[in-house]
């Protein structure tokens, strides 16, 4: 969460002022109660994050938690960069549905699907965090910060997106209704292409 709290702190992501101190003070108080070495470690990271995904429901807009996530999604990264601009660079040539489904077939990921609108559709499950909690029987009705959780994990498939595909995104929408008719269904993440 420092990581987002750095990035709200961020004059062009547009967060008022007035409530960077309730994330600030979230922070504080965790790296009082565990010391600021151990702030963001995953062990520690379960209430310290609910705390914090709440106060970001509550006091940003969705516009506002889109432009953050862009910016700092959740898994970004996540080790592969250097694969990924790899095969941007060698299938720059290619139409981007082309390229789609040479992402999926390299990475062995999900594919986007193009839409006429200018927009990426993408069904996503991961094997981890909430499905691996879903699977493990932790949830049988979605936690009430799920949306939120979906919204990071947005940023992070779009920054995987952006870097694989050679294109710029922007987060349009995040479906989370088919949790409500099953915990464990696949969320549906549209972008917008924005180059």
């Known amino acids: 969460m420092k990581t987002i709290l750095r990035a709200m702190q961020k004059k062009k992501n547009e967060i008022p002022e007035d409530v960077l101190p309730i994330f600030e003070g979230i922070v504080q108080k965790y790296e009082e109660q565990l010391g600021p070495h151990l702030v963001g470690l995953r062990c520690f990271q379960p209430e310290w994050d609910d705390e914090f995904s709440k106060a970001i429901d509550e006091h940003l807009t969705e516009e506002q938690r889109f432009k953050l996530y862009e910016e700092v999604g959740g898994c970004n990264g996540a080790g592969a960069d250097k694969e ?19 992402f999926s077939e390299t990475f062995g990921r999900w594919k986007p699907v193009l ?38 994990c947005a940023g992070g498939r779009l920054y995987e997106l952006e870097k694989a595909l050679g294109i710029k995104l922007k987060i349009k929408e995040v479906d989370i209704s088919p949790l409500k008719e099953n915990v464990g269904s696949p969320v549906v993440f549209t972008f917008e292409i924005v180059s």
Do not use: Q, W
Not at 84 to 102: D, K, S, V, W
């Open 84 to 102: 990924r601009r790899a095969f941007a660079r060698e299938f720059a040539h290619l139409a981007l549905e082309e390229r789609m489904e040479l």
């Open 115 to 152: 839409n006429d609108d200018n927009t990426l559709t993408l069904t996503f499950k991961c094997s981890h965090g909430y499905y691996l909690r879903v699977k493990e029987g932790k949830y049988t009705t979605p936690p009430p910060n799920v949306k939120g959780y979906f919204e990071r």
